[in-house]
């Protein structure tokens, strides 16, 4: 039966004072790759050191990065990192805690890339004239991703919340170690064939190495050749793949392709009822100025109008027929009127009103006799008066 015991926190503590009591281990430098670089809010900087057969977990305090760091430290670079090794009790993990860091070269995976990326940039793989446009009201996207995990939980959410109605194909794919560029480069083929509207290539965030499935020449092909307007989606916002380069459209999460490729329903209704309302607004405003411009045509067609212009003619001959009737009216009365006294005159001058008076009208053979030496013993006459004529026998002249 052992008799000596010990706690983790002992154990860990132990091994803490072994390695800060280790001359060696205080002030050391060493040389490895960057990798699962990230800089916090405090200042301080969290990485590991790597090379070809190991990894050293690495932080280097916000207090140190003024005096110690002179660049902005980015995955893969090759770094001489020089500093302390101590161990963190509570997670009985030992580190190398950094008073400086200069950089020694491009490291060897950063190196591929960058090589890969100037290949397939001179093939003309990035041209912006090969980019297809993302369709805007998509009926049914196609997704490559692994089944599982979060990228794909956050493109079904998004997607589903903005438009209830979209149609999501997912072909699950591996998305990291050496299987993911012929897995993704299939799914790619496979959904380009199915005829989805759009294709969003991605998977969650992770280290340099987690993502360099998607730094694969057969990657960038594939999405270069299909003819589907694909969607990349690899990593964090920081993070960028070759395969963001060749994609028709780079969305800086899965979350965030989502929403480049799903139309907002909702917004889109409010955008319609907008246009509507506006349309309505302006074809009121339409109907009342032609409304205004009728009116003013019709009294313009009434005033120019044959029937218009005959009333108007109408009236001034009827204005015209009263005022000749009134001028024919006055002359009459005038003409009656002189009328009136001549025929006084003539009446005063009349052989009947003479007779009247006693007198009488004596004619013989239609003449009349007006002396004596115009009859002769014997001669017939014809005697008038006022209520007839007689005829007499002239008997004796003196």
Same mark, same amino acid.
């Given at each position: 039966?052992?008799?000596?015991?010990?706690?983790?926190?002992?154990?860990?503590?132990?091994?803490?004072?072994?390695?800060?009591?280790?001359?060696?281990?205080?002030?050391? /430098?060493?040389?490895?790759?960057?990798?699962?670089?990230?800089?916090?809010?405090?200042?301080?900087?969290?990485?590991?050191?790597?090379?070809?057969?190991?990894?050293?977990?690495?932080?280097?305090? /916000?207090?140190?990065?003024?005096?110690?760091?002179?660049?902005?430290?980015?995955?893969?670079?090759?770094?001489?990192? /020089?500093?302390?090794?101590?161990?963190?009790?509570?997670?009985?993990?030992?580190? %190398?805690?950094?008073?400086? %860091?200069?950089?020694?070269?491009?490291?060897?995976?950063?190196?591929?890339?960058?090589?890969?990326?100037?290949?397939?940039?001179?093939?003309? @793989?990035?041209?912006?004239?090969?980019?297809?446009?993302?369709?805007?009201?998509?009926?049914?996207?196609?997704?490559?991703? !692994?089944?599982?995990? +979060?990228?794909?939980?956050?493109?079904?959410?998004?997607?589903?919340?903005?438009?209830?109605?979209?149609?999501?194909? @997912?072909?699950?794919?591996?998305?990291?170690?050496?299987?993911?560029?012929?897995?993704?480069?299939?799914?790619?083929?496979?959904?380009?064939?199915?005829?989805?509207? *759009?294709?969003?290539?991605?998977?969650?965030?992770?280290?340099?190495?987690?993502?360099?499935?998607?730094?694969?020449?057969?990657?960038?092909?594939?999405?270069?050749?299909? !003819? *589907?307007?694909?969607?990349?989606?690899?990593?964090?916002?920081?993070?960028? *793949? %070759? +395969?963001?380069?060749? +994609?028709?459209?780079?969305?800086?999460?899965?979350?965030?392709?989502?929403?480049?490729?799903?139309?907002?329903?909702?917004?889109?209704?409010?955008?319609?009822?907008?246009?509507?309302?506006?349309?309505?607004?302006?074809?009121?405003?339409?109907?009342?100025?032609?409304?205004?411009?009728?009116?003013?045509?019709?009294?313009?067609?009434?005033? @120019?109008?044959?029937?218009?212009?005959?009333?108007?003619?109408?009236?001034?001959?009827?204005?015209?027929?009263?005022?000749?009737?009134? @001028?024919?009216?006055?002359?009459?009365?005038?003409?009656?009127?002189?009328?009136?006294?001549? +025929?006084?005159?003539?009446?005063?001058?009349?052989?009947?009103?003479?007779?009247?008076?006693?007198?009488?009208?004596?004619?013989?053979?239609?003449?009349?006799?007006? /002396?004596?030496?115009?009859?002769?013993?014997?001669?017939?006459?014809?005697?008038?008066?006022?209520?007839?004529?007689?005829? !007499?026998?002239?008997?004796?002249?003196?």
């Amino acid at each position: 039966m052992q008799n000596n015991i010990y706690s983790v926190c002992q154990v860990n503590n132990y091994l803490k004072n072994m390695i800060v009591t280790d001359h060696f281990l205080s002030n050391v /430098s060493v040389r490895g790759e960057i990798s699962n670089c990230k800089y916090y809010p405090s200042g301080h900087i969290y990485f590991t050191l790597k090379d070809a057969e190991s990894a050293l977990s690495g932080v280097m305090f /916000s207090g140190k990065r003024s005096s110690g760091l002179k660049f902005k430290l980015s995955e893969g670079m090759q770094v001489v990192v /020089s500093g302390n090794l101590d161990v963190f009790v509570r997670d009985g993990k030992y580190q %190398i805690y950094a008073n400086k %860091i200069e950089q020694e070269g491009i490291g060897n995976i950063y190196e591929q890339f960058e090589k890969l990326k100037n290949k397939l940039e001179e093939m003309g @793989l990035f041209a912006p004239e090969y980019k297809q446009p993302i369709p805007k009201y998509n009926k049914v996207i196609g997704v490559v991703t !692994a089944s599982s995990g +979060a990228a794909v939980r956050d493109i079904i959410d998004v997607s589903k919340r903005r438009n209830p109605g979209i149609q999501i194909i @997912l072909y699950p794919a591996v998305v990291q170690g050496e299987a993911c560029p012929e897995s993704v480069v299939a799914g790619i083929k496979a959904l380009d064939a199915y005829g989805v509207d *759009t294709i969003i290539v991605g998977r969650g965030g992770g280290s340099i190495e987690d993502l360099w499935g998607f730094n694969d020449e057969r990657v960038a092909q594939a999405i270069f050749d299909c !003819a *589907t307007p694909v969607i990349s989606a690899v990593g964090h916002e920081t993070d960028f *793949t %070759i +395969a963001d380069y060749v +994609a028709d459209l780079r969305a800086p999460t899965p979350s965030a392709a989502a929403e480049l490729a799903v139309c907002d329903v909702k917004e889109h209704v409010l955008r319609l009822e907008g246009y509507k309302n506006r349309l309505d607004r302006d074809i009121n405003k339409n109907l009342q100025l032609r409304k205004v411009l009728i009116t003013r045509y019709k009294d313009k067609i009434e005033h @120019l109008s044959p029937i218009s212009k005959l009333n108007e003619k109408r009236n001034r001959l009827m204005h015209s027929g009263e005022k000749l009737n009134s @001028l024919m009216n006055n002359k009459l009365i005038g003409k009656k009127h002189k009328l009136e006294i001549l +025929a006084g005159k003539l009446n005063g001058l009349s052989p009947l009103n003479k007779l009247g008076g006693g007198y009488a009208y004596v004619e013989s053979k239609g003449r009349p006799i007006k /002396s004596i030496g115009d009859v002769k013993v014997d001669d017939l006459v014809e005697i008038k008066l006022t209520d007839g004529s007689f005829e !007499a026998r002239v008997e004796k002249l003196s």
